[in-house]
């Protein structure tokens, strides 16, 4: 019998509703820039921008350094 163990984030996102991530899917993350104008590809409320390897993307509420911290409890 093979264990498999699937660790997943659980990031929020800027409308209230969760997204499961395994941290591998994860390419980047940026912190929102300062406001600049209206973005209308990025929630007001998010404070990190994550990057998926299947070229989504996901607004969340978690600043990239809680992001990061998350990825890392997974390891």
Known sequence: MIDVAL???????????????????ITSMHSKAPDRGQNKL??????CIVWLADGKQVSVLETCDVVQKLMNETK
């Open 7 to 25: 660790a997943l984030v659980i990031l929020h996102r800027a409308d209230g509703g969760e997204v499961a991530v395994s941290p591998s899917h």
């Open 42 to 47: 990025v929630a007001p409320e998010a404070h």
